[in-house]
């Protein structure tokens, strides 16, 4: 059974730094295009950030540029989201999703494309 768990979310001051995680369990993460989405209450889902099998190619949205990253390590199954210098406005549930159909880590993050998704991760800033 495929399976995908996030982990790392909780509370944090505006200006601080979390790490999320995304493990893998039932299939490897070598052949899947990843993609880290939030929705926060009221708002649709957004895609913050996808990234390519290979990790050759990422995608960013513009709300997040220079501030987000994000990365894998297939050796451990996991993708992670490094994220820094928090605003109130990146509250939200953040999930990741996998889908090995991906050509175009863009599309992943702008379609909202995903396979399979995880349950997801509560992410709260504020003061």
């Known amino acids: 059974q495929l399976q995908l768990v996030e982990s790392g979310g909780g509370w944090v001051q505006p200006g601080g730094s979390l790490r999320l995680s995304c493990a893998a369990s039932g299939f490897t993460l070598d052949s899947y295009a990843i993609g880290w989405f939030r929705q926060a209450p009221g708002k649709e889902r957004e895609g913050v950030s996808c990234?390519?099998?290979?990790?050759?190619?990422?995608y960013y949205a513009d709300s997040v540029k220079g501030r987000f990253t994000i990365s894998r390590d297939n050796a451990k199954n996991t993708v992670y989201l490094q994220m820094n210098s928090l605003k109130p406005e990146d509250t939200a549930v953040y999930y990741c999703?996998?889908?090995?159909?991906?050509?175009?880590?863009?599309?992943?993050?702008?379609?909202?494309?995903?396979?399979?998704w995880g349950q997801g991760t509560q992410v709260t800033v504020s003061s």
């Open positions: 999703a996998a889908d090995r159909r991906i050509t175009a880590v863009q599309h992943m993050c702008v379609w909202k494309i995903g396979g399979s």
């Open positions: 990234i390519s099998s290979s990790a050759g190619s990422t």
